[in-house]
């Protein structure tokens, strides 16, 4: 097997083990439901779907500059990547020995471990990004994402039947608990097949020297101010998090709609990992042969119609058809964001572009969310959520559309 075939090999087990391990402990199902049992208020179930991206997002500023005067970047991934899994064993042995008689340790690790999780990731991912960059050819990266998430999808499958069978099976929180645990042994696993990937080393060529923070942000407002395409790449990245006002709710609201127990969280689970495997198939293909601007166009459309079928859910079909709808969205939108980032950025300044896209995008996730979070204790109305969520959607679409496709060379279905 050749290095090209046996990086992209690694790397979609990689990526796929540690997706579909986390799927076990998904945000927007599991983690919110036990959020909910243990008391949490709702401005923090309002985090849980993105806790780990806010970390994973707006981490690699501090590091940018750094990774970007560094040679090896397996390294550094592989560094960071330790105790980016370890923080969900901790989490798991806490709640399984400390939730009954303290909720509020159990809630506090529970909301911490894919925070913690996805700063240490962040810590490391523009080195991340470059090693994916350098090691996977251009036309193959859409794929590569599909794959990662198809496998993921895979394993969510059976998760979700897990999640339905261990939470009915354990009372209390001892289930989340071990859920944890499963989540971390696919983490674990997936570094394993980390370890595989053939680093093409690449001499940077940026500056040599250390930059002072003022001098770096200049540098980044100097980048908003000059590049018009990854300017509206950035307005569409700060706008989408709009979905928040809806997504963080829908496994709650679907509950309390339809009488069901917490066991509903795995029904929901495996309805969205059949959106996962359609949005993977569509992405992995278009994305491949048009770029990563159609997939955001089509992503778009997608949270457009889920947020439509969440202002008439009332039976247990519409909330499955909202479900599948929004994590084929988010599938789609997951590969045509990391295809677009790694094309729309030069190739020596991807960890400053990624970091700068995530400064941007991070403050917006947390604002909307906690924004989303208000309005729901205030009105809880799913129809204005999303109504609010769809009027943010169509901004996010508009700043897409603005942005020229990177590729010259486009090829034709």
Not at 4 to 9: I, V
Not at 296 to 315: G, K, P, Y
Request: glycine share 8%; aromatic share 10%; with cysteine.
């Amino acid at each position: 097997m050749n290095r090209d075939r046996k990086n992209y090999l690694a790397h979609s087990l990689e990526g796929g083990l540690f997706i579909g391990g986390m799927s076990f402990i998904a945000g927007q199902t599991v983690l919110t439901v036990m959020a909910k049992e243990l008391g949490a208020p709702n401005w923090v179930i309002s985090i849980l779907p993105i806790a780990m991206f806010m970390g994973l997002i707006m981490a690699p500023i501090f590091t940018a500059s750094f990774i970007e005067r560094s040679r090896h970047m397996k390294r550094i991934s592989m560094i960071t990547g330790v105790p980016q899994r370890l923080v969900f064993l901790v989490a798991g042995l806490v709640i399984i020995f400390w939730g009954e008689e303290r909720p509020s340790l159990a809630l506090t690790a529970l909301v911490l471990a894919p925070i913690l999780s996805g700063a240490f990731g962040g810590i490391g991912h523009g080195a991340w990004m470059q090693l994916v960059a350098r090691t996977v050819p251009a036309n193959r990266r859409s794929s590569l994402s599909a794959t990662r998430n198809l496998i993921a999808a895979t394993i969510s499958i059976f998760a979700g039947i897990a999640v339905e069978r261990i939470l009915s099976a354990y009372d209390g929180v001892f289930g989340f608990g071990l859920l944890h645990l499963i989540a971390f042994a696919f983490l674990v696993l997936s570094y394993l097949f980390f370890t595989q990937i053939q680093e093409n080393v690449v001499e940077p060529i940026a500056i040599k020297r250390s930059r002072s923070l003022p001098e770096y942000f200049n540098e980044l407002v100097t980048i908003l101010r000059a590049d018009r395409d990854f300017r509206f790449f950035a307005i569409m990245r700060v706008t989408g998090p709009f979905n928040q006002f809806v997504v963080p709710y829908m496994t709650i609201y679907a509950i309390d709609v339809l009488g069901a127990s917490a066991s509903f969280a795995g029904s929901a689970l495996i309805a969205s990992t059949v959106g996962q495997f359609v949005g993977n198939a569509i992405g992995g293909v278009l994305g491949d042969r048009l770029g990563g601007k159609m997939l955001l166009v089509i992503a778009r459309v997608a949270f457009l119609l889920s947020f439509i079928c969440a202002t008439m859910a009332q039976t247990y079909f519409a909330f499955m058809l909202f479900f599948f709808t929004t994590m084929l969205a988010a599938s789609i939108n997951g590969i045509g964001n990391m295809t677009l980032m790694l094309e729309i950025a030069p190739d020596h300044r991807r960890p400053t572009y990624g970091a700068l896209a995530g400064l941007l995008n991070g403050p917006s996730m947390i604002l909307l969310s906690l924004v989303g979070s208000m309005y729901w204790t205030s009105f809880n109305s799913m129809q204005l959520q999303a109504l609010i969520a769809s009027c943010g959607m169509i901004i996010s679409t508009y700043a897409i559309c603005k942005v020229r496709e990177p590729r010259r060379n486009k090829l034709t279905l």
